[in-house]
């Protein structure tokens, strides 16, 4: 099946093939026809599936070939909305929409926040027909009637698990209220909980029922391995992996901000350009990190789950999860950044004592094991001093426990001369992450 069998108009099918795709993905074959009807359509599909071309295509057919049922004009107000949990999966989306509606004259904007609102006001005034939009944002500006979502005629959760995972669900409620009773629903999911469920019941009216990838399961181009190592040692095994497979752009999972922010730090003390990309950090700072990992300049992002939901990067070859995430459905998000729209990716965890429980559970998940490779030989590589040159702790009345707990066999060797990257170097910590599931951003 091509393209051309779908249904879409020829602006479309242009921008389709400018963008080198051939062949519609599996969300795609079932997604744009029952769109194009105007179905309402439950979706089960991550990230890297295709999802956004599924929902974006015919939105951009329905509205250009339907006229505006209350014939506004001047501030014309937005006729689709698509909410989405994060910043990042919002401008994604919001591209998404310009690229494939280059042909047409219908306009889109993004509005999330951590930037300055008034240029989206200036925008929203200038009227727009297709608004992307985080829900806390978009609240904001509803609430200062900035944006009329009464001629709303197509919505779209898009990432809808995320939302409720973030505890969006007040504002998803606040924000279909503002809309008019008939309009077309679009609900993507990767996963089907209860709340997921409610929600899903309460909004789609007779929904085309779309899942393209078994509940749960990761990717089959991506292949999975985990190494057994001491916590101390995750660093020094990260570099050397890096440096060995001479990876050049690795996604790396942390559990905390706190994590992100020093793994990025020690990696560049390395000699490894790296950036973290989480929740504190301003959105400048965010967009900065991910230009710099796209284009090769940064090799490695840090990134916590919720910062890297929705990410977009081409090809991705590597993703690592330095921690294991404390729900086992996380992991399955994580590895969905690699291995995208049917290309290989490899996806390694760093698994050390105590995170053993978690990865019995993703076993579970999966419902197939996740091979352990041995563990490889290799010299500490060794870092540059640290800039901050705080006072040394002394006697920490938990080394001796943790040194006790540490798999055997499993630290990289101690080498003269190099104790800047020995793994028990005694050194001030941060503060201890209060939480370890991540906060909603
Ligand atoms: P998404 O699931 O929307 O995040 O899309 C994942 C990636 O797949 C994006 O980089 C798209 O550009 C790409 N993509 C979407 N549709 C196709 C297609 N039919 N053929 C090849 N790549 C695609």
């Not at 197509?154 to 279909?176: P, S």
């Not at 706190?258 to 730090?265: D, K, Q």
């Not at 050390?352 to 500490?380: N, S, Y």
Request: net charge positive; with cysteine; proline share 7%.
């Amino acid at each position: 099946m091509t393209f051309d069998d779908l249904g879409l108009m020829a602006e479309l099918l242009g921008a389709v093939s400018a963008q080198g795709y051939t062949c519609p993905t599996p969300i795609q074959r079932q997604g744009i026809p029952a769109i194009l009807e105007g179905r309402d359509v439950l979706a089960g599909a991550q990230t890297g599936t295709g999802k956004t071309a599924a929902f974006a295509l015919p939105m951009l057919q329905r509205l250009s070939t339907r006229p505006r049922a209350h014939g506004q004009r001047g501030s014309a107000p937005p006729r689709a909305l698509v909410l989405t949990p994060t910043r990042e999966l919002a401008a994604q989306v919001g591209e998404s929409f310009v690229t494939y509606g280059a042909g047409l004259a219908l306009r889109s904007a993004v509005i999330f926040g951590g930037v300055g609102i008034n240029p989206q006001i200036d925008v929203l005034r200038r009227g727009v027909d297709i608004l992307v939009a985080t829900p806390g944002r978009l609240l904001d500006h509803a609430r200062q009637r900035n944006v009329d979502l009464s001629a709303v005629e197509m919505l779209v959760l898009d990432e809808a698990d995320r939302m409720l995972d973030m505890g969006f669900i007040h504002d998803i409620r606040k924000v279909l209220a503002l809309l008019p009773p008939r309009r077309q629903n679009l609900l993507f999911s990767a996963t089907y909980s209860d709340d997921i469920k409610r929600l899903a019941d309460g909004l789609l009216h007779a929904p085309a029922v779309i899942e393209v990838a078994p509940r749960n399961t990761a990717a089959e181009t991506v292949t999975q391995h985990a190494y057994r190592v001491d916590k101390k040692a995750k660093r020094d095994l990260l570099i050397h992996l890096i440096d060995d497979g001479q990876w050049q752009q690795v996604l790396v999972f942390t559990r905390t901000k706190h994590g992100a922010n020093r793994l990025a730090e020690q990696l560049e003390r390395a000699g490894i350009g790296a950036a973290a990309i989480h929740g504190n950090k301003s959105q400048n700072a965010r967009t900065r990190a991910l230009a710099g990992f796209k284009d090769g300049s940064v090799r490695v992002l840090v990134a916590t789950d919720i910062a890297a939901r929705g990410l977009d990067i081409d090809r991705l070859p590597h993703v690592v999860n330095y921690e294991l995430p404390n729900v086992p459905e996380d992991y399955v998000h994580r590895i969905g950044r690699t291995g995208r729209a049917g290309q290989g990716g490899a996806a390694l965890s760093l698994v050390d004592a105590e995170e053993a429980g978690l990865l019995r559970d993703i076993e579970r998940l999966l419902k197939r094991p996740i091979q352990v490779l041995p563990f490889p030989v290799f010299e500490p590589r060794v870092l540059t001093p640290e800039p901050d040159t705080r006072p040394v702790r002394q006697g920490r009345s938990d080394n001796a426990r943790k040194h006790a707990e540490r798999p055997n066999g499993n630290r990289p060797r101690k080498t003269g001369g190099t104790t800047a990257s020995v793994p028990h170097k005694r050194r001030r910590r941060g503060p201890k992450p209060a939480a370890a599931k991540p906060r909603a951003e």
